[in-house]
């Protein structure tokens, strides 16, 4: 098991909530604590949009507490009526991220106001916002996750793994019910580096110059991404017309396989060329003229082609089709990384740290 930034910082957090509850001699500076686990968040910005949503939330869970108490009393059945009037307000304004803590709030004014009402609600109020603000010193101070590092290497070793299957899986050599297995695996890896996207897209920059940087950086990841998941487009294809490319003519086997060999070696340079390590020429010039080999082999195979036969043409024809979608990818994204060192290339510096999850 592996303990990560945001688990230290939520620990922290709750340290820092109770000790200042404490501190200022506020009661019950449990609520402080359980403010805390609810305002952690792993980027700066997420953390400042959250303690925005948190304080007109908890305003409303306030306010919504003190007039159902004033009115109706706190029975468990008004304090039920009181958390859907407050969840439906909160619905309403699309701050239903601070739903659960604005439940706290009700709850926690609820519970037993005796009859310094507002005193009360000042107090526990004043302790839950002791707690959302403990959460956003904790983001401001520790550096979050190289978000940007995370998501290289997600993409990379996702790339890998799908270029070492599509090379396997075009020879026929592969095992299918294992190669299904890593499919969903390799699904699931997509989510993941969605998710690290938008975190490093969220992270704020604070100068121009390095702004402007790192929009092109964000085009660059984005048609990664895309470009990966074609890959991916063409080793489910491979898994589900395995049989139906084995049964394909040999010259035709041999030509798909040398045009997939092509286009994952030209993936691997354009992750190599992205780092500054290499860099590659006339790809695009060679990948048209293997495109129209096999264009032209698939047209002569569809003249020579029986009726009896067809079906197994539409197949190839799936095949085809994504693995010229997959060319188009790399010959955009070869263009993008071209255009990304073209200009001001002092600034344009990649810096990949190493992987922390290696």
């Known amino acids: 098991m592996k303990l990560g930034a945001r688990i230290f910082k939520t620990g922290i957090a709750i340290m820092l909530a109770l000790f200042f509850a404490d501190l200022l001699g506020l009661p019950a500076p449990i609520f402080a604590g359980i403010a805390a686990v609810f305002s952690i968040q792993p980027t700066v910005y997420r953390s400042y949009l959250s303690i925005l949503d948190q304080v007109q939330s908890n305003i409303i869970g306030a306010i919504v507490a003190v007039v159902f108490v004033y009115f109706l009393g706190n029975d468990i059945l008004v304090i039920g009526l009181a958390v859907v009037v407050v969840i439906a307000i909160n619905l309403k304004l699309k701050t239903d991220t601070a739903i659960g ?9 609820m519970e037993n106001p005796g009859d310094q009402l507002f005193s009360f609600t000042f107090l526990r109020f004043s302790t839950i916002m002791v707690g959302v603000a403990s959460s956003f010193l904790i983001n401001l101070v520790f550096l979050p996750p190289k978000y940007e590092t995370k998501l290289f290497y997600k993409i990379s070793n996702t790339t890998e793994e799908i270029i070492r299957w599509i090379r396997v899986n075009s020879r026929l050599a592969s095992e299918h019910s294992l190669l299904k297995g ?21 992270e704020r920059s604070y100068f121009k110059k390095t702004t402007f940087v790192k929009y092109r950086k964000l085009v660059i990841y ?11 487009d063409i080793l489910k294809r491979l898994h589900r017309f395995e049989n139906e490319l084995h049964l394909m003519p040999t010259n035709f086997q041999e030509v798909i396989q040398a045009h997939l060999s092509s286009l994952t070696v030209l993936h691997e340079q354009l992750i190599l060329q992205f780092l500054g390590k290499i860099r590659v020429s006339d790809s695009a010039e060679n990948y ?23 079906q197994n043409l539409f197949h190839m024809l799936q095949l085809i089709s994504v693995v010229m979608e997959y060319g188009e990818n790399l010959e955009h994204l ?25």
């Open 101 to 109: 803590l604005s439940l706290v709030t009700v709850i926690a004014i």
């Open 288 to 310: 048209t003229m293997s495109r129209k080999e096999l264009i032209d082999l698939f047209l002569q195979y569809e003249k020579d082609t029986q009726e009896e036969q067809q």
């Open 334 to 358: 070869e263009k993008l990384i071209h255009s990304f060192y073209s200009y001001h290339k002092d600034e344009n510096q990649i810096s990949i740290g190493e992987d922390d999850n290696a």
């Open 182 to 202: 890593d499919i969903e695996k390799l699904k699931e890896n997509f989510i993941k580096m969605d998710h690290l996207y938008l975190l490093y897209k969220e």
């Open 222 to 232: 984005r048609q990664m991404i895309a470009t990966c998941r074609r890959a991916l």
